[in-house]
């Protein structure tokens, strides 16, 4: 009895004393939040990082970190074209090779010790294939922060992107169709020290959470990374590529490193977490238009066209092609064991030559 109420006054008083210091940090840290720093880890993704790079550069974002890792397409020959801008390409191998069973939170929470609050004023963490996007595209990510008053963190729901039918199409247009989805990315004020989280937010207790509209954050899981879906966003939201091109699906499949499974003894090559394509959607058309539009895509354009890309562009979309080949591959000589994961994978694809491989496959 006396044991468990020491423990229970223990817990209060640590409590206690880690509110205060957080109440400390957040009166001390600037009110106005200015410089926001994007940071991203990338696997394989040399073909999307140019867009993603410049998209956030221009919403916004003052430093774009990007830790790279298990590559082996050609990300590391991106860092000498960018040297002039506000981006960092940082090997991150040692740590994802490291015995830590979280090597991504582990990056974030080092991101969060890195940053000093008087040279960044908050920090989100993206996926090379989301991009956070404003409704306006006058308004910049430091704006957004601006109309919500005081937070701590403010969440953003997510828009899946389909764009089945073209091929290294660009991540936003006039018009784009989206559906809607549960899943939410975080913006935090960088004076937080999270003591839990995963990659879609942070788990700790007793802090200002509001979504991108200032309403206060109200999740439907335990790992607070949903929320009830709004369809009218206000502010801004997180386009998610989730699909892209069936092509580019199929190399997506491929896993940067083999890795052995338990159960069968042998390799795994091809990625598990995949479901191929959804039959049917319920989609909506997202429309930009305007001067403010006009004046972003024409910027962007004019990035993705420059002479000195266009070698780095080249490699990296035949790093895609090997992929892609090397997946076929991988379906035409894949044991039986595998039948279900690859009718799994490849839901609703259909492209005639992955077809022809899996049907063949079946039929063995």
Not at 220 to 242: T, W, Y
Not at 338 to 344: E, G, S, T, V
Request: charged share 30%; proline share 4%.
């Amino acid at each position: 009895m006396l044991v468990s109420k020491y423990y229970s006054i223990k817990r209060r008083l640590l409590f206690l004393q880690k509110s205060a210091s957080l109440r400390l940090r957040r009166f001390f840290s600037p009110k106005e939040v200015k410089p926001v720093k994007l940071v991203a880890i990338a696997k394989d993704e040399s073909a999307y990082l140019l867009e993603w790079i410049f998209h956030h550069l221009y919403v916004g974002f003052s430093q774009v970190d990007i830790y790279y890792n298990g590559c082996s397409d050609n990300t590391e020959d991106l860092a000498p074209l960018l040297k002039k801008l506000p981006v960092n390409l940082i090997n991150a191998d040692n740590i994802f090779n490291s015995a830590s069973r979280t090597p991504q939170v582990d990056i974030y929470r080092e991101a969060f010790r890195k940053s000093n609050s008087r040279d960044f004023h908050a920090l989100m963490f993206l996926d090379i294939d989301e991009f956070w996007v404003p409704i306006n595209f006058s308004n910049k990510i430091s704006d957004i922060c601006s109309q919500i008053g005081n937070f701590d963190t403010i969440s953003f729901q997510w828009k899946n992107k389909l764009e089945r039918e073209i091929l290294y199409g660009p991540a936003i247009d006039k018009i784009n169709e989206a559906e809607s989805a549960k899943q939410l990315k975080t913006l935090y004020r960088s004076y937080l020290r999270p003591e839990r989280m995963n990659p879609h937010n942070v788990l700790d207790d007793g802090l200002n959470q509001r979504y991108e509209n200032g309403k206060k954050l109200e999740t439907i899981n335990e790992q607070r990374s949903q929320c009830v879906i709004d369809g009218e966003v206000k502010n801004a939201f997180i386009l998610h590529r989730k699909e892209r091109s069936e092509f580019e699906y199929i190399a997506t499949l491929l896993r940067g490193r083999p890795v052995n499974t338990i159960a069968t003894k042998r390799t795994q090559t091809l990625k598990s977490n995949r479901h191929g394509f959804k039959s049917s959607y319920n989609s909506e058309k997202l429309i930009f238009d305007g001067s403010s539009f006009e004046n972003y895509r024409q910027y962007m354009d004019a990035r993705l066209n420059d002479p000195s890309f266009k070698t780095f562009v080249k490699n990296a979309k035949l790093q895609v092609d090997v992929r892609y080949k090397l997946v076929l591959e991988e379906i035409y000589r894949a044991p039986s064991s595998d039948k279900a994961l690859l009718k799994q994978l490849l839901t609703n694809v259909s492209l005639p030559e992955v077809r022809q491989a899996f049907e063949r496959r079946l039929g063995d």
